[in-house]
């Protein structure tokens, strides 16, 4: 059983109440937790890789860095090059679209519902197979990746409209990650 905001509040947990500056409306929090809300349509939107257009959730500083929820559309042959996260764990989950996922040295075929978790250290990757716009909902834990995705992504909020992603998006993705705990090994024979 998980507790709720009022058996926090019922141990003494409630640390503080203040307004956010809308009339009527506070922010309750315990013990640095908080209820989180982001609504259909809303969050930053940033394309990272040329391929997926990821709308943050809930990034680490909603969270106290314990996670970050990405949900990520996916162009068609779209996915980000193999890589280990040395920090975090990661988890998808497909909405919509057919998705194929390496962890390590095997291939997962992933319809809708299916559900995916890669442990922290696994070499992995993921491509949408289908024809169409895939969608992927990403939890990693702890937050972290939401950071490099803000460092490494290009604003943006239309899917039929990706940015380029040449030569200079990929040293600059490639000089980032390290900074984020994140290996990209070259491509075999390279």
């Known amino acids: 059983m998980t507790g709720s905001c009022h058996t926090a509040a019922a141990r003494g947990g409630l640390q503080s109440s203040q307004t956010d500056g809308n009339p009527g409306r506070r922010i309750m929090q315990a013990r640095q937790e908080r209820v989180t809300h982001s609504p259909e349509g809303s969050g930053k939107t940033v394309w990272v890789a040329g391929t997926d257009l990821v709308t943050f959730k809930a990034a680490g500083e909603d969270t106290d860095g314990e ?4 949900d990520s559309l996916v162009l068609p042959g779209g996915g980000p090059p193999p890589h280990v996260h040395t ?9 919509e679209g057919r998705f194929e996922f ?5 291939w997962i075929e992933a319809a809708p519902g299916s ?5 922290r250290g696994c070499l992995h990757t993921f491509r949408n197979a289908g024809q169409e716009v895939g969608r992927l909902l990403t939890l990693v ?6 950071r490099f995705f803000e460092e490494v992504g290009v604003p943006g909020t239309d899917v039929s409209d990706p940015p380029p992603f040449g030569p200079a998006e990929i040293e600059r993705l490639l000089a980032t990650a390290p900074r984020y705990g994140i290996e990209i090994p070259p491509p075999p024979g390279e």
């Open 67 to 70: 996670y970050a929820l990405f």
């Open 141 to 146: 834990v702890p937050a972290g990746l939401d």
């Open 87 to 95: 920090r975090e764990a990661e988890s998808f989950y497909v909405l």
């Open 115 to 119: 559900f995916v978790h890669v442990p």
């Open 102 to 106: 390496l962890a390590e040295d095997r």
